[in-house]
């Protein structure tokens, strides 16, 4: 067997033509109970009618599999956004449109993430739903257990969540505009055809 | 915003049904400078020509990236093939067939990720070239350097390689039938033909 042999690689670009759209990180991040894994799902959904290549991380696929390892420690919280950053850039090289939703409190933790893909390929969505709205849902009852101190360093009770300085979708949930998680989506994948990400089907 | 509303998240089976092939993760396993990384690409190459939706995870993506932090002690390297495992069951969730170029000399590292897939989603490919034609050709000086002691556990010098016991594809390089990259590639992609997993453009 001739191992100098050079087969063709499949670039990048060719992936990227073959799908017919832009691979993007599409990063939600906002508070536990802002909606950003619903969001996420529907823009999906949304993405994938267009005939768009997606795919979705979140605690669902992400920390019972490759992050399965890591606890809520300070430092293997920098690492599980590390790995889902770099498991975004795979998505991202395979030509998909990935969206991760994970809290990411840090902004140098986004940052991070953002200076590791070329210019444009990272679009932070800042899911903006105030805490006492998040409080009010606490649609796993996290926020009472962090309020009894039965969970420590729980985003927003005590511990820091960094808004977004300059995302590139700000969604400010149930202000007008942002009604329902369908408005909301249809919001963003509007964005999404205006930035020449995707096309109109 | 109404969080109580569930959008209709894309399934596996859509995104299947929307690529037209099974996702699948092909696992190439062999020796240093057995052709595994070459193989892959031009099977790789061959599919995406036939319009599936594939990638490859080898060193050069993996190393420097997601798996930068792992050093090659025996901890590290399982936990090595487990992250890489993860990653490929996120891609085969995605619908894609997903390829993996590593040494990965233990059999019950193979068979760690193969028993978290269904049943036909693992792929096991032995690049079966012979250790002494993987040390004549020795394309990056690593058996050189293995031999003279300055790489430690280097695999098939004073590491153990396990071989496959029931590969679903066994490649002998350089026996007939196998005697070029094309042709070996060619020979898995109509192994995948015959099992149903891609179907003929």
Not at 16 to 29: E, I
Not at 140 to 149: F, T
């Amino acid at each position: 067997m001739n191992v100098s042999w050079h087969p063709q690689k499949v670039s990048h670009l060719q992936r990227q033509q073959f799908n017919g759209h832009r691979p993007v990180l599409l990063w939600y991040t906002g508070l536990s109970g802002s909606g950003k894994s619903t969001l996420a799902n529907a823009v999906d959904a949304l993405l994938f009618e267009q005939n768009c290549h997606t795919y979705l991380l979140d605690g669902d696929n992400i920390r019972h599999g490759l992050n399965g390892d890591l606890t809520f420690s300070d430092i293997d919280r920098v690492e599980n956004i590390r790995r889902i950053g770099e498991v975004s850039k795979l998505f991202i090289d395979a030509g998909l449109i990935i969206s991760t939703a994970f809290i990411s409190p840090f902004s140098s933790d986004r940052k991070m993430v953002r200076s590791q893909l070329p210019e444009g390929q990272f679009i932070e969505v800042f899911v903006d739903t105030p805490l006492h709205v998040c409080e009010a849902r606490d649609p796993k009852g996290l926020y009472k257990k962090a309020r009894k101190g039965e969970i420590k360093n729980f985003t927003g009770i005590d511990s820091l969540y960094e808004p977004p300085e300059n995302p590139e979708i700000h969604i400010k949930t149930g202000e007008p505009g942002f009604e329902t998680i369908e408005v909301c989506a249809q919001h963003i994948v509007t964005l999404l055809l205006n930035m020449g990400i995707v096309s109109a089907k």
